[in-house]
């Protein structure tokens, strides 16, 4: 039917819409053509919207980094567009400027820090001052150096700078002190030339204090090893070349000395007039100190030479460490140089000594070259005149003949007339070679002049550099330790101010902290109290409960004790009538049942503090008690006896009791009929009390079990019916009552017995 | 038993009937005999006597209950 349905409204379904779509197509067509246009409109409009908005997000990105970072923060995957779009984040481009402005003060408080921290390193290192003074005073100059940078940036950027430590002035000015005494001990104390770090030429970034103090250590490390080696190298330069210089300068005194000898030994041999012995003597001492004065002058020159070579290293050296950049090296490289210079001068001086020893030595040497020329000659002369005169003509005075003498003397007239001829062509000529030798000379002299002069202008220079390198070094000393007073007029003024404001915050602090102490201090005393309270109050509550319990559970103990009692005087009840019930049972036929007095009293004693039960038992009947009583099937076969009994004598009463009468109630009874068993009414009426009902009612009931029944309608019975059946009537109400006071306690004991029972 | 009485009251009842009537037959018998020169009305004046009492007796008897003696009336 359902389906039926269903058809039938779709086929009207259908034959409804069937039309409908023919009507509704054509303007559902317009509907849609005309939308199909607004559509692809709408959408057109809204792609151009989307793409404004993410063109103009995108030149917008570009122009301000901020939007950039808010759209990149706040839309997920636009870094990517944006990264694509402009490339990657200018993220950068702020911080640069950003940590130029900050690069700055951190360098300072590094500087410090790093001075300091250094400075404090080595004096916790350090035990004497003294001894250290080397070590340390490389960290004042690095330390003044850059106090004169922080000095330039406190300047320019108070408001950003930090406290400087205070102990950085008096260190600072421990240090100057120190400083001096290494310029005092610059000269001697050669061994120890420190070398600070390079000031920072790092790169400009912020770095964590642990970075900073690494590199600290690490610049520390540097500077310590730069030191040692340049202190090293400029030791073994100045060293060397000190050894060198002097060794040099021995060599050419000694060479010189030797030059003087030689030349002193020379004249005195070429002029003295001495002894031919002494006179070969002094050719051998003259050849000795020739010797000498070579040998003197070969060490001399390969000395100067080494000391040359020396110096070269030595320069070499200070312009390798002048090429450090380092500031503080400048008295320390400033000293080498004037020593440099200094050793340069002496051996200048002595190597002109020398060159003029030599010079004059030459002179000497000519003069005695040519003397020895001379003597040459004269000697050849002489052989020529006399061959077999040998040369040693100093020991031939009596050898020689008068010939000999005479052609002697002839030369010698000649050769003295000779030289006398060249002595007058030299005096001739003595103003020409004196005006040559003199230009000679001044050609010479100019020469040496201006090697002298530029000798002397080179070191005058020099003279002039160190003096003006070590004016500029003790001006920026001195304006070193003026900034360093104004620094630490500053930070004493600072530090100064900082404690003023420290003391008022303190005060501050302290009257909040007192005030805080002082609330928490109630607050803690009041809750303490309130937590003593509480936990008095819960003690307390405690033991109360406790102690309510402890009562609860001796009542429950109590009662359970009771209850059990109760259960046990119940049960023992409960048997006790069962026992009776029991007893009841044992009718037979006929036979009573056994007295029940013996259960009675069993009832009795198990009930003495019971009356109800008491009552009931007591209320046993007397017979029941002594005699038993019947069973009901006894007693309705009894009845069945006395039915026949009371029909025949169913017309007996009072009134009516003579032997006619007894003979008509006999007929009766054998001429009436009655039913056997009849349903007894709810109410009997007058009619119902016919003897002959009431048996057939009394019949059922008997038969049915209702003894009660049976026996109320059997007492309906008057007459001699009625004498008939007193017995049975007794008998049977004696049954009944029992049965009833029976179940009673029964009943009684088995409500006892649930009551006391506790259900699981 | 009370519906034993009744049957013992008719025993009784037979019983003194029967005495009574044999009795009474007897006496009248006798009577009759002795006296009455053999007459039949001695004898059935005997026997009904005799059973005459015994209804009677046996009437009384069983009314007995109903009936009260004039001593228990008064009292």
């Keep these: 039917m359902l389906r039926a349905c269903l058809r039938g409204a779709n086929s009207s379904a259908r034959k409804n819409f069937g039309r409908t779509p023919l009507t509704n197509l054509q ?14 409109k709408v959408v057109a409009a809204g792609l151009v919207t989307v793409g404004g908005g993410i063109g103009g997000t995108i030149l917008y990105a570009k122009w301000d980094p901020k939007f950039r970072a808010g759209v990149e923060k706040n839309v997920p995957y636009s870094d990517r567009l944006l990264g694509l779009a402009l490339g ?17 003060p951190p360098s300072m408080m590094e500087k410090p820090q790093k001075g300091s921290k250094a400075k404090m390193e080595k004096k916790l290192k350090d035990e004497s001052p003294a001894a250290e003074a080397g070590p340390v005073p490389a960290q004042p100059a690095p330390s003044i150096e850059e106090a004169s940078t922080e000095a330039t940036h406190i300047i320019s950027a108070i408001s950003e700078m930090s406290s400087v430590p205070a102990p950085c002035d008096s260190e600072a000015a421990a240090v100057k002190e120190e400083c001096k005494e290494c310029h005092d001990h610059k000269d001697t104390a050669l061994s120890a030339m420190d070398e600070p770090e390079p000031v920072a030429s790092e790169a400009l970034k912020e770095r964590p204090v642990e970075e900073v103090t690494a590199r600290l250590a690490l610049q520390d490390q540097e500077e310590q090893e730069i030191i040692t080696s340049v202190s090293a190298s400029l030791d073994e330069s100045l060293a060397s ?26 004249k005195e041999a070429m002029e003295a007039e001495v002894p031919p012995e002494e006179k070969s003597a002094q050719w051998k001492d003259l050849e000795a100190s020739l010797a000498e004065r070579t040998s003197a002058v070969t060490s001399a020159e390969t000395a100067l030479s080494n000391a040359n070579e020396a110096l070269h290293s030595l320069k070499a050296v200070i312009d390798s460490s002048k090429g450090l950049k380092v500031a503080a090296v400048r008295p320390l490289v400033l000293a080498a140089e004037e020593n440099l210079h200094n050793m340069v001068v002496d051996l200048d001086k002595v190597v002109t000594k020398v060159q003029s020893s030599e010079s004059e030595a030459k002179i000497v040497s000519q003069y005695s070259e040519l003397v020895n020329e001379a003597k040459l000659q004269f000697q050849r002369e002489v052989t020529s005149l006399t061959p077999e005169i040998q040369a040693n003509w100093k020991g031939l005075t009596g050898k020689l003949s008068e010939d000999d ?3 002697l003397i002839a030369h010698a007239h000649r050769r003295i007339d000779q030289l006398n001829r060249e002595l007058a062509e030299q ?15 001044k050609l010479e002299d100019q020469k040496a002049l201006e090697k002298a002069v530029s000798t002397a202008l080179q070191h005058v220079k020099e003279e002039a550099r160190l003096e003006q390198e070590r004016k500029l070094s003790e001006l920026r000393e001195v304006m070193e330790a003026e900034m360093r007073t104004q620094l630490r007029r500053q930070a004493a003024a600072h530090t100064d101010h900082v404690q003023d404001v420290l003391k008022v915050q303190e005060q501050e602090l302290r009257a909040d902290a007192e005030q805080v102490l002082s609330r928490k201090m109630l607050e803690q005393e009041t809750s303490y109290r309130q937590l003593s309270q509480e936990q008095l109050d819960n003690f307390t509550l405690d033991m109360n409960t406790a102690y309510a319990r402890l009562k609860g559970v001796e009542e429950a103990i109590d009662s359970h004790v009771l209850a059990e009692e109760e259960a046990r005087k119940a049960h023992h009840l409960w048997l006790s009538v069962e026992a009776l019930n029991f007893t009841l049972k044992t009718a037979e036929a006929d036979v009573p049942t056994q007295p029940l007095q013996g259960a009675a009293q069993a009832v009795r004693d198990s009930c003495h503090d019971n009356d109800f039960a008491l009552a009931l038992a007591s209320a046993l009947p007397e017979e029941s008690l002594q005699r038993g009583v019947y069973s009901e099937a006894s007693l309705r076969a009894r009845f069945h006896a006395l039915r026949s009994l009371v029909r025949r004598v169913a017309l007996i009463d009072e009134s009516h009791n003579s032997l006619y009468q007894y003979f008509l109630s006999y007929i009766q009874a054998a001429l009436l009929f009655e039913d056997k068993h009849q349903t007894p009414p709810t109410q009997l009426s007058s009619e119902d009390l016919d003897p002959f009902k009431l048996l057939a009612y009394a019949s059922f009931c008997l038969e049915h079990g209702d003894l009660e029944l049976a026996a109320k309608l059997v007492n309906q019975l008057r007459g001699e019916a009625r004498r008939v059946v007193e017995d049975w009537l007794t008998e049977a109400r004696l049954t009944l009552e029992t049965r009833q006071v029976v179940s009673l306690l029964s009943a009684y004991a088995n409500a006892v017995g649930l009551g006391t029972t506790q259900a699981p | 038993m009370s519906e034993k009485e009744l049957g013992k009251k008719w025993d009784r009842c037979l019983a003194d009937g029967a005495i009574k009537l044999g009795t009474g037959l007897g006496l009248g018998i006798v009577f009759s005999v002795l006296f009455f020169k053999r007459h039949t009305w001695p004898i059935s004046f005997g026997s009904g006597t005799g059973l005459g009492m015994a209804y009677a007796n046996c009437q009384n008897d069983l009314r007995s209950f109903y009936m009260q003696h004039s001593s228990e009336k008064e009292q």
Excluded at chain 1, 88 to 104: D, R, V
């Design chain 1, 27 to 40: 303007p559902c067509r317009h509907y849609t053509a005309g939308e199909s246009g607004g559509a692809a």
């Design chain 1, 241 to 266: 070349s000190a050894k060198a210089t002097l060794q040099a300068i021995g060599a050419q005194e000694a060479a010189l000395q030797a030059i003087a000898q030689h030349t002193v030994k020379l």
């Design chain 1, 427 to 441: 005096r001739v000529r003595e103003q020409i070679h004196i005006d040559a030798s003199l230009e000679q000379q």
């Design chain 1, 405 to 407: 003498l005479n052609a």
């Design chain 1, 88 to 104: 990657p984040a200018s993220q950068y481009g702020g911080l640069p400027i950003k940590n130029q402005e900050m690069a700055q």
